[in-house]
């Protein structure tokens, strides 16, 4: 996929990422409304809460599996971007789609850390990632956008134990289409008193190093906001209604 298509598209514009923690169960119908109005890049199974996003965004193999992808997606006319080795052979029966390559910030194999893979650049490839959300944050400092704003993004459980928005009481469930109902369960130990698990440390992990590798343009080029609730604290926060109302 060449990139440069994409680039400067939403100029000077807000643009908004969203994860699928479970701090997006507290948007108001109406904020959803509004943030969909913006450039928005859901991520996962944060399309269920965002079906008028402009975009989505996944580089998991693991949501081919998934009744949003399969059943959801595929009815919505959004742009889909998706990581090309693990998802080429999932998106045929997509429309709209464009694959998109990373480069890498670690390698499981020889334990060696590529910090310079996680520098945000205009030109590609999209920056290595532990998570999805990153790379849609990429995509939205490809767009030209500022401020970024993260949704979802906890980095912890609620103080319910959900890991996921959709898990609470009334809210349309995300479920495998393989008949598996397993979701991961916190940890016996909390962290900062809320609940984890070891995705929750890696991807804290991960963010503090992507902070300290980009510091020179953050704040400067790009200013990227959390309206998240939970652990992560590398990023400036604000709630959400002061975004909506500053950027009405």
């Not at 020889?110 to 910090?115: A, E, T, V």
């Amino acid at each position: 996929m060449c990139l440069d298509k994409f680039k400067d598209i939403h100029k000077g514009q807000i643009g908004f990422v969203a994860g699928a923690g479970p701090s997006l169960h507290f948007l108001t119908k109406e904020q959803v409304e509004k943030i969909q109005q913006f450039p928005l890049i859901a991520v996962n199974s944060a399309i269920m809460k965002f079906p008028k996003t402009k975009y989505y965004l996944s580089d998991d193999i693991a949501v081919s599996n998934w009744n949003y992808y399969m059943e959801l997606l595929p009815k919505l006319s959004c742009t889909k971007l998706l990581y090309k080795d693990k998802l080429k052979h999932k998106c045929d029966y997509l429309d709209n789609y464009y694959l998109f390559s990373h480069t890498w910030w670690f390698s499981p194999q020889d334990k060696k850390y590529n910090l310079d893979g996680l520098k945000l650049n205009k030109t590609g490839p999209i920056i290595g990632a532990r998570t999805s959300v990153a790379s849609a944050l990429h995509f939205l400092f490809l767009f030209g956008c500022n401020p970024i704003i993260l949704l979802g993004l906890d980095c912890c459980y609620s103080k319910e134990g959900y890991r996921y928005f959709w898990q609470y009481e009334g809210k349309k469930k995300a479920f495998r289409l393989n008949g598996d109902r397993s979701i991961g369960v916190p940890r016996r130990t909390k962290y900062m008193r809320r609940q984890v698990d070891n995705h929750s440390y890696d991807f804290l992990q991960y963010w503090n190093y992507f902070a300290d590798v980009n510091k020179d343009i953050l704040g400067k080029e790009v200013d990227i906001i959390n309206c998240s609730d939970g652990l992560l604290d590398c990023f400036p926060k604000m709630k959400i209604e002061e975004i909506l109302e500053r950027y009405k």
